[in-house]
Structure formats: C-alpha cells, structure tokens
C-alpha cells in the first residue's frame, strides 16, 4: 500500500492497519462498546493520532505493528469459525451415541476457557466475513509455503454439514415419495436480509439440482435471495417459490427445514403448520425448538447432534 501510494504522494504520511470487528445487526453497538481496538503502526506520529481518534471510547486499546493487526483480524474470525466446526462435528458424534449436543455445549461453555459463545450447533456458519476471512489465510499460508490444515479442515467440515443437512431431508422425501420442501430462512444469520454465502442459499440449490422444489420463506432478504437465484438460472428460479409467510410456505410440503434462527418462527402455531403440511417431518438446522414438544404435537423431529424424535 504505502508503495503504491508514494507513486502518486510525496509528502509524508503514515500507513495504518485498524481492522474492524463488526457483525451485522449489531454494527453500530460494536463500534461504540467495541471488546478491543487494535491498532497496527509503523511510527509515533501514527500511534498519536489513532489513540486521540479512539479516545472517547474506553475499551482496550492494542498497539501493535501492521501485520500483527492485520493477523489479529485473520485470526479471531479463523477461531470462530473452528468453534462452529468443531461443535458441529460433536453434534454428528452426539447423533450416534444418543447425547444431547445442546447439553454437551452448555457443560463444555461453562468452563471459562472456553466460553458459551459460538457453540450452537447446526449446519454451518456462511455470510460475507468467515469464508472470506478463512480462505484469505488459507491463502496466505500457501503463499508463504505452509500447510493449514487445521483452517482447511474447518472449511471442509462447514461444508460437509451443510450436505449432510440436505441428505437427511432427501432420504424422508425419498422414503416418502415427496417432492416439495419448506425452507424457514434465507439470511446467512437472523436479523439481516444478507445471503452472502448463506447455508440457505446452498441447501435450496442442492434440493433443486436433486429434482425437488421448494417454497421458501424468511422476515427478510426475499429480494436479495431472489436475485441470488435469478444469476443461478431459470432451472433454479423455476423450482423455487418465495412465500409471503411462513404458514403459506409449509402448505403441501413433505418436509419442513428451519435453516435460519430468526425469532419469529418461535412464535408460530406449530399445530397450525403441522396441519398444513402433507407429512409432519421437521428438520430443525439451528435447534430451536424442543423435541419432546414437537413430538407431542405430532411431528417427527429431527435437529443437529439431538435425539431422533418420532411422533406420538
């Protein structure tokens, strides 16, 4: 950068690494309250002018060199995701020996070395930062000739998950000689309208590439989702219909799957979809409902890394 720069400037000037840590939902929040600031520099005159930039807001300050503050950024969002990996990976564990992974998060979360925070189990993370972030320092270690295997394994594991959500849905349509499934949620995350890599996106794409449609609702991103599939292509905008609610989306389907956690859907007449849907069969890719209740009300419930619920 600073190379670059000289080309055009030739007075002085300082070149600054201060990454941001922002999610989306909550941007405005972390800016002010932020956990750390970190502020990467080459000179005094830098460092100076940062810290009285910064100094209204009391959170802790690091000073450290521009690369180092570059890494930091790499780095926090590579552990985050390798927390949703790695609990996701003792959720399929959970599924075969018969624990609760929900549980299991809570027991392991409540050490403070480890902390509850990113251990929801469910099919992936997506959005616009963790894959880019990931392979950006997969990418920075092949260049300097080193093999992560730890972040690939990460992405890998993302990716898996997500395939193996659609496996589950597609052995129940199979079994049942079903063709159209609801989808509640579109967002990478609840609260926002981005699909920027979002489980959801995947998941449709691959039910449709295996011949089943879909009806597909979420609060909101409707638009930014359509759109997603109109550059897919008309065999995907074909077989996909976006709902105006929730209700309107489960009517007739052979499968529901929740792949967003939006807090809406908490609040839905569950009686009320199971009897709009032609078989009860629940697919929760986030856990947000409770087996022993879905079952009560007559749907065969299946969430991520939880027992495997028949209804009553």
Known sequence: VKEEISKYYKKEFSVVSNPEFLREGSALKDFLEPDRIVIGVEDERAKEIMLEIYSKINSPKLITDIRSAEM?????????AMKISFINEIANICER???????????IGLDKRIGPHFLNAGIGYGGSCF????SAL????NDYDYDFKLLKAVAEVNKAQQERFVRKIISILWKEKGDLVAIWGLAFKPNTDDVRK???IKIIRRLIEEGYKVKAYNPKAMDNARKEFEILGKKYLDNVCFCNGPYEAVENAYALALVTEWSDFLNLDMKKVKSLMSKPYLF???NMFEPEEMRRLGFYYEGVGRKILKRS
């Not at 790499?74 to 985050?80: E, I, P, R, S």
């Open 72 to 80: 930091i950024k790499y780095a926090a969002n590579a552990f985050l």
């Open 97 to 107: 020996v018969g624990a609760d992974v929900k549980k299991v998060a809570e027991g």
């Open 131 to 134: 894959p880019k972030d990931i």
């Open 138 to 141: 997969i990418s920075i270690a």
């Open 198 to 200: 979002s489980p959801a």
């Open 284 to 286: 929760d890719g986030r």
